[in-house]
Every structure is written in C-alpha cells, then in structure tokens.
C-alpha cells in the first residue's frame, strides 16, 4: 500500500503577521490536510483557525508528540500515514524537527518509507543568524544550556573557545523565563571582544535585534528578554 506524505509545518513565532512569514501556498496545502501530530494542541488548533482550513478544526483528526510521548506510542501516531493519508506535523512555534520532538516523527517516517516533505517558514534560528551579521558559513545549534549556573557558566566558557578556534557562530537558547540569568552570565564571563547578538521576538511587532561586543554591551541598558523568546548568538 502507498503511504502517505509527512509535510513537516512551520506556524507563526507569534499570533500575528501569519501571511508575512508562511507562503500563501503553504497555507492552502495545509487547509486540505485532516491528519495532524502537534506538539501542543491548544497553539495547532489555533494557527489552523487562523489559516481557514476546509474542514472545521473540531473534526480535524490531532495526536500529541510531545517530550512525554512514550517510544511504544509512536506506530500509532503514524498510522494514519502509512494507511495513505497525508499527514502535518506542527511544532509549538517555529520550524519541526529543530529543537522540539518533530525529529522523531519524521525518523519513523523515514523507516517506513514515507515521504517526509518540508514547508517553508520561519525558523528563529535561522532568522537570528541572518539578522546577527556573524559568520553563516560555519555555525552551530547548541539548543539549551545547563540549567545549573556553574554549569552553564563553563559551557559558555566552552563554547567561546570553540567559536575562536573554528570562527564559528554558536547559537543556544533558553527557558524564556531565564533568559535575563543567561544574558549576565554571557556578559559577566565572555571576552570583552567577543561578539553577542541577542534575537527577540523575531518576525513580530516586538522584534528586537542586536549584535555588539561584549564590551559595548556592558555600556548600555540591557532590553528586556523576561518570559519572551530569545535566541542568543556569540562569535569570539
């Protein structure tokens, strides 16, 4: 039997300016899909009502795949797909399959001989790096630091090695809610001539990029990343 495609959905970094960051296209092939694995179902049914999908989102067919989601649980996530039906998957916010669970879905997809089919939209990785000014050859994810504080402080150290020895940009991120924590920590044990570009809110009314020196940070205001989603990115 001929499976069908995983189309691997990037939604809105926010509730707003949906048409500005996902292409019409996109739109229209997700509104026909009735078969979704999502990360949270309360942010999927609500993109999916911003985007008019042909059904109603309440006969819309939904299955979790979260940091729960038992190993056991994953052949019935995917059946749909491999009885022929075409399936979405939906991160909370951004692009799937990078820093959240998606990656597994797509996995299985891949062993069983489905077609695993990426959307266009917007990745706050990505967007940071292309606002940062800092090195897009050669870069890496690092996902979350060490909750730990001594921890995380050595990896910052860790990493700033790295990024001077590669010339390479290191991009992390962090529970919003400890984001101010992250940046004194950067800016309290990094060189003073190493570069840091904080990426706020990216694509929304909020947006707030800055690059500069270590240095030249600690002469001014610090903005305010308290419970708002930040990327940071260094090159020493």
Known sequence: MTTGTLYMI??????????????????????GLEYFVVENE????????AIKTNKPVRELNFQLLNEHTLDKDLPVLIAPLLAGNNMGMLSEAGCPGIA???AILAELAHKKGAHVAPLTGPSSILLGLMASGFNGQQFTF???????????IAKLKDIEKQSQRLNQTQIFIETPY????????????????????????????TELVISKTIAEW???DLPDLHKQPTVFLLLA
């Open 100 to 102: 959240d669970p998606g």
């Open 178 to 205: 400890r984001n101010q924590h992250m940046l004194e920590d950067v800016l309290s044990n990094c060189s003073g001539n190493t570069r840091l570009c904080i990426a706020r809110n990216l694509s929304l009314a």
């Open 218 to 220: 600690k002469k001014i």
């Open 10 to 31: 990037p939604v809105g970094l926010g509730d707003e300016n949906l048409s500005m960051v996902i292409p019409e296209d996109v739109m229209q092939l997700v509104r």
């Open 142 to 152: 690092l996902g979350y630091l060490p909750s730990d504080k001594t921890a995380r």
């Open 42 to 49: 309360k942010s999927a049914r609500r993109f999916l009502s």
